[in-house]
């Protein structure tokens, strides 16, 4: 794949400017260092990403199956999954022309996901605009979501490394089986921590794991890959946690989607499931909100909800779970020699709990 001469403004004016902004607000001091050291090299590798989901797009386009594929990929997205692929290739011997595929493939996979999940849960919004399937129906969108994963799988069938494709698809099938757990819990009222944390693992953490993962092998760094996979891991699982935080305190204007749409959808977050759990009128409350028998646009349950989480703490204690996780991120790296790559790394992961979108 050909590099273009100059980054794309949503790559590398979006995502390492807001990552920048976020982490200098919360003291990662030395952030600004760690991007300038690789900020050559970060702004090839992002624009060939870029390029490369440009070019899917417009392929996308010219098929049968592929239109509100296209649709998608053109609404942009943090592109952060495929970021950590080049992060980790770069805690190696640098990125390769498999890590740039393996980067390409990350971000295939994760948006054939969204199209299936906006069918599942009747979304109206994504990344500010109408979703795919609002514009196209559900059942083009369900075969374009099929359409981006096969490309993704061809991504990593170009590599020639067999192991890494084996080990993506144990992360579809993980994902597969969270989604099918979820689904059978929605509108049931309050789930337990274990089921949502076996959920938020396969739907979210491990597409997160695989990304470091991959991105450590596409570098030469297989002695290190599980440790890599790791901190992928709780990574994801505290970017989860967030976007759980996002959706009960979150504004529509940054995160894309209106506020509470998990609770309008019949799914318990954490937020919420800490909530419920810490005393009976509020897994009541939240319990006929998932059954639809409340509405969450009622003024008057929005201030319910409010006095629930006052009364149990459960933001704030959701926060802590997550900088928890980044906690553990961040020791899985402890056996990887120490470069401005690995510190960027850790200082993206510490980010993450303070983003708002």
Not at 59 to 82: E, I
Not at 131 to 156: K, M, P, Q
Not at 271 to 292: M, N, Q, R, W
Request: overall charge negative; hydrophobic content about 45%.
């Amino acid at each position: 794949m050909n590099h273009p001469q100059s980054p794309a403004p949503s790559m590398t004016d979006g995502l390492l400017k807001s990552l920048q902004q976020v982490a200098t607000k919360y003291g990662a001091v030395h952030f600004d260092n760690q991007i300038t050291s690789l900020q050559g090299n970060l702004a090839q590798d992002l624009a060939a990403i870029e390029h490369g989901v440009a070019s899917i797009a417009e392929f996308a386009a010219s098929t049968a199956a592929g239109g509100p594929a296209a649709y998608l990929l053109t609404k942009g997205g943090k592109r952060l999954r495929p970021f950590l692929v080049m992060l980790a290739s770069h805690c190696g011997s640098g990125v390769s022309p498999a890590s740039t595929q393996l980067a390409l493939s990350v971000e295939l996979v994760h948006n054939a996901t969204l199209l299936h999940d906006d069918v599942v849960d009747l979304g109206d919004a994504r990344r500010g605009a109408p979703t795919a399937r609002a514009v196209y129906g559900n059942a083009a969108s369900i075969f374009a979501g099929d359409w981006l994963l096969l490309e993704a799988l061809r991504c990593i069938h170009n590599t020639g490394m067999p192991h890494v494709m084996e080990t993506m698809l144990d992360v579809v099938q993980e994902m597969i089986d969270a989604e099918v757990k979820q689904l059978a819990q929605r509108g049931r009222g309050v789930v337990d921590l274990v089921t949502y944390f076996d959920v938020i693992s396969g739907k979210t953490a491990a597409l997160f794991g695989w990304a470091t993962m991959a991105g450590a092998i596409g570098g030469g760094l297989e002695d290190t890959a599980e440790s890599f996979k790791r901190f992928g891991h709780h990574l994801g699982i505290a970017f989860q946690i967030v976007d759980d935080l996002l959706d009960v305190q979150g504004d529509p204007s940054k995160i894309g989607k209106d506020t509470f749409a998990d609770l309008s959808e019949g799914k318990m977050t954490l937020p919420t499931i800490l909530a419920a759990h810490s005393d009976d009128e509020a897994a009541a409350v939240f319990s006929a909100l998932c059954s639809g028998t409340l509405d969450v646009c009622s003024s008057d349950v929005r201030e319910r909800i409010a006095e629930c989480f006052r009364r149990s703490e459960s933001i704030p204690r959701a926060k802590t779970i997550a900088e928890q996780h980044i906690d553990y991120a961040v020791a899985a790296l402890s056996a990887v020699p120490d470069s401005s790559a690995k510190r960027l790394l850790v200082a993206v992961a510490r980010a993450t709990v303070h983003r708002n979108s």
